[in-house]
């Protein structure tokens, strides 16, 4: 009965309401995250893993941008070579209509994440270590993972499409030949598994401006094409929809964001 009621008002929160390589305000209106059991998503759907899918497993989390990536540009717009093109080092995000910014709310999700996986037993490691530097270049953004040997990898990002767009996706790779084809296969399974997870956890709906039911593919992303771990990009919302941005400027919601994340990555290791 519990489950069933919680379900329920995760329907009523669905209801109320291009991306760059690295692809706050009140929270009326938003209802605050549930704590649920371990193994199960945030909405009592069904099981994700188990307690112990995340056990020893390494994982990292790439907080897109960064806080003084503004400030140099110089440096940020330096190319890099992504496997099939060159591109900037990094870029400077996007933000809401109203100044809040995406690299703040992908530093905030990413630390909530963190976490949630450290308390379910994970190793995770973060790209940058804080919101007030700059970079690392894309390159190294991959190389991080690479080097650690990740089980599993994401790039957490926030959409600046136009306006009348809303909802998340996952991006997943496609293979760019001598660079990241073994890694294909196995990102599209931790896509699935993250987009179902974000979907049934969050209540967002699909992008409605790009990609597949909630997943878009692509081989221009430097994070993707470098890759030699099973990794994904997700776009958690358009940061220019005015529901959207309601939704990722509550601190409340971006815990169950993270929440749903960690429910993903389960469910992805524990196959």
Same mark, same amino acid.
């Given at each position: ?20 390589d ?24 069904? @099981? ?9 497993k390494?994982?990292?989390i790439?907080p ?8 140099h540009p110089?440096e ?7 496997g ?7 870029t ?5 209509n ?45 190389g991080?993972?690479?080097r ?11 959409d600046?499409? @136009? ?9 997943? @790779? ?17 896509g ?11 209540g967002?709906?699909?992008s409605?401006y ?17 890759s ?17 941005a ?8 971006r ?17």
């Amino acid at each position: 009965m519990a489950a069933v009621a919680l379900a329920l008002c995760l329907g009523v929160l669905g209801a109320c309401g291009d991306g760059s390589d690295q692809g706050s305000g009140p929270d009326r209106g938003v209802q605050p995250p549930t704590s649920t059991r371990t193994g199960e998503t945030p909405d009592g759907r069904g @099981p994700t893993g188990g307690s112990d899918a995340l056990r020893g497993k390494v994982i990292v989390i790439d907080p897109g941008h960064n806080g003084g990536n503004a400030r140099h540009p110089g440096e940020i717009n330096r190319l890099v070579f992504v496997g099939n093109g060159r591109k900037p080092c990094d870029t400077t995000g996007t933000s809401t209509n109203d100044g809040y910014s995406e690299h703040a709310f992908t530093w905030d999700v990413s630390k909530r994440l963190a976490k949630l996986l450290r308390e379910r037993g994970a190793e995770v490691k973060l790209t940058r270590e804080n919101d007030t530097s700059v970079g690392p270049c894309i390159t190294e953004r991959a190389g991080i993972a690479n080097r650690a040997k990740a089980d599993a990898a994401i790039s957490i990002h926030g959409d600046g499409a @136009p306006a009348s767009g809303h909802g998340f996706h996952v991006i997943e @790779p496609i293979g760019v030949r001598g660079f990241n084809t073994q890694i294909v296969g196995s990102s599209r399974t931790l896509g699935t598994a993250i987009r179902d997870a974000f979907h049934g956890g969050t209540g967002l709906p699909f992008s409605t401006y790009r990609g597949t039911r909630g997943i878009d593919r692509r081989d221009d992303l430097g994070g993707l094409n470098l890759s030699k771990v099973p990794k994904v990009f997700i776009e958690c919302g358009n940061m220019r929809n005015s529901s959207d941005a309601a939704k990722m400027r509550s601190a409340a919601f971006r815990q169950r964001m993270a929440e749903s994340l960690a429910n993903g990555f389960a469910a992805f290791l524990a196959r």
